[in-house]
């Protein structure tokens, strides 16, 4: 062993000796949780997500199209590459929408990219849930999902490894981790 | 070492107390506080360099963790879930804190009464390890403390810091670097 090792190993060896922390610091914990609500442990509902596995018949108005269109504001521009102007394809026709949900385009732009996935708050932050689809012959990747108004954190998950707020997004927020989180707002009917 | 315990939780897994917990069982997340105070609380206390700023994030830490548990997506690894937020609450403490003004005095104290060659002094090598480990940069010190004292692998270190695994090895090697440095000017004091 080099002396270089030998330092490093008596430096870490200090470091790793345990570390006792007031037992008090449970009790504490403990108190603080109990305050809070239950409701803020529950996983998102599901319901609105068990949605897409079945298939309605909806019409579309012309208003509610508008406001479709103003949803789609989803666009991350991966690695170097820059662009410009991005105008992903939207069929309302082959949306079928849940009563009381509004079809929300998520498009991400990521050319170099073998998966991209939709995580967050009405999918249970499943990294496996949702899987962006990618549009033939480019990189612009996009999935439509139904939302019930309300308030949704949400991220991109490109190729299992990298996290990647939206920059389009109106909001972003840290999560616990400290990774950027997209804010999204579907306003009522 | 004997540990403090709760009857009756030691035999029961990551998985299961969680899964209580969620299912509105708040008084089994003491079972998991208890078992991951001390192994959270040393990185928080090499992190921080002092009890009472490791306790507060240690406390955020599972406050937190609580709030957030339904997006714990493998519950049998709480414990790597939970060291996420931790890192994450280490590095906004660490930045809200001036704790270098907080060591000056220890500095000089250190500096004066210890050195490497003190090696049956184990609490002037303490001090000295402690001091040499502040003077660090908080990106150093993050990663020198994940690799070398929580053992994680690079790719583990990715998921928690969400650096890039070429810049974490270079924080690792400098780390390393300024530690010696700083221990061999030490010694010569």
Not at chain 1, 5 to 32: C, G, H, Y
Not at chain 1, 40 to 63: D, G, K, N, Y
Not at chain 1, 144 to 172: C, H, I, K, M, N
């Amino acid at each position: 062993m080099s002396e270089h090792d030998k330092f490093l190993n008596r430096v870490v060896s200090t470091l790793k000796e345990p570390v006792q922390i007031d037992a008090a610091l449970d009790r504490r914990v403990m108190a603080e949780i109990e305050t809070m609500p239950r409701l803020e442990l529950l996983p998102a509902p599901r319901s609105a997500w068990q949605w897409l596995t079945e298939r309605r018949t909806v019409s579309i108005s012309p208003i509610g199209g508008f406001a479709l269109a103003a949803a789609l504001a989803m666009i991350v521009v991966f690695g170097a590459r820059t662009v410009n102007q991005v105008e992903p394809p939207v069929t309302l026709a082959d949306v079928s929408l849940p009563a009381g949900t509004n079809a929300v385009q998520f498009v991400l732009v990521a050319p170099e990219a073998g998966s991209v996935s939709l995580v967050g708050d009405f999918n249970d932050w499943n990294v496996a849930a949702t899987q962006l689809v990618r549009e033939e012959g480019g990189g612009v990747w996009a999935v439509t999902v139904p939302l019930t108004p309300g308030r949704y954190r949400y991220s991109f998950l490109v190729d299992g490894e990298t996290w990647l707020r939206d920059p389009q997004a109106a909001r972003t927020v840290e999560d616990e981790f400290g990774r950027p989180n997209s804010v999204l707002t579907i306003g009522g009917a | 070492m004997a540990r403090r315990g709760i009857p009756g939780v030691k035999a029961e897994s990551d998985g299961s107390l969680v899964r209580r917990v969620l299912a509105g069982d708040s008084g089994a997340y003491a079972g998991l506080v208890e078992r991951y105070r001390d192994r959270l609380g040393r990185y928080a206390m090499r992190m921080l360099g002092n009890a009472a700023d490791a306790e507060e994030a240690l406390q955020d830490t599972f406050v937190r963790g609580y709030r957030s548990l339904a997006r714990c997506t493998d519950p049998e690894r709480f414990g790597a879930w939970s060291f996420g937020i931790l890192v994450n609450r280490c590095r906004t403490y660490g930045a809200k804190r001036a704790r270098r003004d907080q060591v000056v005095i220890a500095d000089e104290y250190a500096l004066q009464n210890a050195s490497v060659s003190h090696t049956a002094d184990n609490d002037a090598w303490r001090d000295l390890i402690a001091w040499a480990i502040d003077r660090l940069s908080d990106e150093q010190r993050e990663a020198f403390l994940l690799k070398h004292v929580e053992d994680l692998s690079y790719e583990e270190m990715q998921k928690v810091t969400g650096a890039r695994i070429p810049a974490l090895k270079m924080r690792v090697l400098r780390a390393r670097e300024e530690l010696r440095r700083l221990l061999t000017e030490a010694e010569r004091v």
